[in-house]
């Protein structure tokens, strides 16, 4: 089956940091990758994906690259603010005749202190 | 605003009882997807309806059923509730084509206490 494999967390960096989380993927197929954000109290929002293999998904300073050889997609900010802290989610998703659904992993929060 | 709606934002009821969980599409989107996010388990697949018809059923217990109505929304029912059904329940909307990604309303946070 499908799986998505996300570094766990917590993650606590100092502002302007690097923030690299990993994440790691098994498809039968050839998915769609996602990153999604979801900030304290709120839903998961979409942060960035790609469709295809070498394609850069962007957004935010956030980036993340899809790599078939490695089946990985993971997700890279160069320098972070208090603002990022929350739960990321990477995902995938293959569009078949039942449907599309979003795999998820298991999520990564991260703190960004001051 | 993600477009998405869900209401009510948040439940606390009994175990045994039965609750219903509303969600309106973003304008457009013809799929919806239903998400049980809790601690221990993570976010979790619930089922998926396109157009009125249901189309991928996840980790689903027999107590929970859903359905979208000819309008689009959608409505989610829990019954004999546990405990443990204590989460946050997430409904999401796409196109349904591959690439798309979702997007997904604010929750519903249900305690059953």
């Known amino acids: 089956g499908n799986s998505v494999t996300q570094m766990e967390g917590p993650v606590t960096l100092s502002e302007e940091a690097f923030l690299t989380i990993n994440c790691t993927y098994t498809?039968?197929?050839?998915?769609?990758l996602f990153w999604y954000v979801q900030y304290p109290g709120e839903g998961l929002q979409l942060l960035l994906k790609?469709?295809?293999?070498?394609d850069k998904g962007s957004n935010k300073g956030f980036e993340a690259t899809y790599r078939k050889e490695t089946t990985s997609f993971h997700l890279e900010k160069g320098s972070v603010q208090v603002s990022d802290s929350a739960v990321y989610f990477c995902?995938?998703?293959?569009?078949?005749?039942?449907?599309?659904?979003?795999?998820f992993g298991g999520g990564t929060r991260v703190l960004v202190k001051p | 605003d993600s477009g998405v709606t869900q209401t009510p934002k948040h439940l606390i009821t009994a175990t045994g009882q039965r609750v219903t969980l509303r969600c309106s599409p973003r304008?457009?989107?013809?799929?919806v997807y239903w998400y049980q996010q809790s601690l221990d388990q993570g976010l979790q697949f619930l089922i998926q309806?396109?157009?009125?018809?249901?189309?991928a059923k996840g980790n689903i217990l027999e107590r929970f059923s859903a359905q979208q109505f000819p309008d689009l929304h959608s409505e989610l029912n829990l019954s004999s509730l546990e405990l443990g059904d204590s989460a946050l329940y997430f409904c999401?909307?796409?196109?349904?084509?591959?690439?798309?990604?979702?997007?997904f309303g604010s929750g519903t946070r249900l305690t059953v206490v």
């Open positions: 790609a469709t295809k293999a070498d």
């Open positions: 999401a909307s796409s196109v349904a084509a591959q690439g798309s990604g979702y997007t």
């Open positions: 995902a995938l998703s293959l569009l078949k005749a039942a449907g599309n659904k979003l795999t």
């Open positions: 498809a039968t197929g050839y998915p769609s």
């Open positions: 309806y396109y157009n009125g018809e249901e189309r």
């Open positions: 304008s457009g989107d013809l799929s």
